[in-house]
């Protein structure tokens, strides 16, 4: 089993990736056939395990390739188990929720209309940096 840590933390391993306010997590994790993977999250995170080659179960729900699978942010929730059955590839994403208003607009996100409209401008006067 490899697991690659972009960003949080998993057994022991930080990825480059830290932040206080939405705690991210990001693991590429490969799975041989019959192997399982659990990594503890908080209740509070939205998290959903991708499947990108292979086929999973997520808790007791097998998911598919080119399928994801929501995990639900109960009170008592204390993590996620993921278990192959063949070779597998998953990636596991979570993070704490902003709850901020989004607005999006091709590549840009932001806040409010009047943030796009400004980072839209912005790009065109050419004032992004390289």
Known sequence: MTVRVIAGESQGVTGAVQ?????????D???????SFAQPLPATHNAFVHVYRGTARVGDTPVGTQRMAILANAADSDGVVVRADEETRVLLIAGRPLNEPIVQYGPFVMNSKEEISQAVQDFQAGRFAA
Not at 19 to 27: Q, V
Not at 29 to 35: D, E, F, M, R
């Open 19 to 27: 932040r206080a306010t939405t705690e991210p997590l990001y693991l």
């Open 29 to 35: 994790i490969h799975l041989p056939a019959g192997t």
